[in-house]
């Protein structure tokens, strides 16, 4: 995160849940039910008060009803209360590159502000991580609904 | 269910839980992050295990990337780990009619099987419940997708 | 069409175009982009002036994002003007059983009105002839919307 | 686009198009569909092959189930035999900011290639241009199934 760099304080607000997230966004691609792309994701999602929420993808013989592990994280924390966060940790098995966020994900992840890092990872554990305007740059968002 | 299996008679299976989730599926509505359609609902799923996840909607600027309380409910079970489900209550703030889900939320429940109760209510309290056979007739499923 | 049968004059409404709305959504189903699920569908849609949309599957690596054969045909016609509809037709390549609309198709033609005709065909032509309520019956609607 | 072929520079392939694209977006938008949104958008696709197909957004009383403009124009196209594209015009009534695709049909174009000119707007007829990659960095394809 650019911004952190510069500033003395904050105490690299990652590090004590960074490995933490990392683990349970890997836990999570177990629970996923898809047996029609066969294509396994987890993720895990860090809220602003710390608490961290997971999900995986669910898929339908109607394709279209599907969701992806990222959005089932945002559910899950959205109808227990919470409405803010900080980070997203996201897994799959695929090896030779970095699992990335679909662009719907993205978008309902813009939904709740524009705070987020994105922890994307290889079957391997390694990462990288990116902001969401790295992600979703010129996004649309609730305040412009209120333009016209 | 596990404890069905104990039980010398079916005998009224969802009494134990039926008031439990009714009242988990109000009080997930006060979840609901509605802020365009200003239309909160609830859900609560009953597991075969006797489980109860609750869901709300979620709703987006971008309209289609909102999702349905019930469907929420779904994906936080699934996302536990659950598979097979009973039944779903859900909550509205609709006074003069019974809350029903939509057709996609119809078509989520069916991919679990065909065997729900879903208890539609009424803001009062009072409800009524419908088989999904009822509710979503001749549905296409996970089967018909092997057809061709 | 239950109200038909009484009526004296409108002649059997779908006589003329009947055929015509069979034919077209077989021929729908050749432009089905179904690359993951390998399963073509195709929709044809006959307007209250009688004229044809058609519509097939499209869908996406991101399986969600996917859009069935039916909407497909109401996107079209809405885009070019058509709000008021009477009948739709689906073919698929199912030898053994009538095609039917997945949830999320019948509450988008839901959304358009109750008095639809839904041919459900096999892949040899042979059909069965549905009215929406009896797919979504109890269905959410427009005007549900407004209670609360 | 067959034209290319023939000309020995690209020589700002669009000229030609561009401002019939931006015509038929405006246009298209008066076809929307959105009564609760109240906030309609067209879309104006240009094929490899120098067809336009226009769309706008349309909206459901289940709001999940609403589809974008920029959506449909590519569905229409896609149900016509279309699966080359090369631009993309977008239209709203919005006058103080360039109107922006969500990340959801950023993903529904991306499933057709990266090479697209998105035509951003205002409501004065101004407007920007940016390539599918600017708007979607680092997205997930088609290809990407393929590695697991
Ligand atoms: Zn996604
Ligand atoms: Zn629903
Ligand atoms: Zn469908
Ligand atoms: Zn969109």
Redesign the interface.
Known sequence: MEGDRQRPAPAAPLTDHLQLLLHRSRE?KN?A?C?????PVGAALLTASGEIF???N???????????AE??????A????H?SFRAMAIA??????F??????????M??FGTDWDVY?TKADGSYIV?RLE?????????E??K??
Not at 92 to 97: A, E, G, H, P
């Open positions: 999570a629970c039910y047996p029609y792309s066969r294509f997971t999900g995986c669910v898929e339908n013989a109607c394709y279209s009803l599907g969701v992806c959005r089932t994280a945002i559910l899950k959205i109808s227990e209360g409405t799959s098995d695929v090896c030779d590159t699992i990335v966020p679909c662009g719907a994900c993205r978008q309902m813009r939904e994307l990116k790295e992600l979703l740059p010129l996004s649309f968002g609730p412009d609904l333009k016209v």
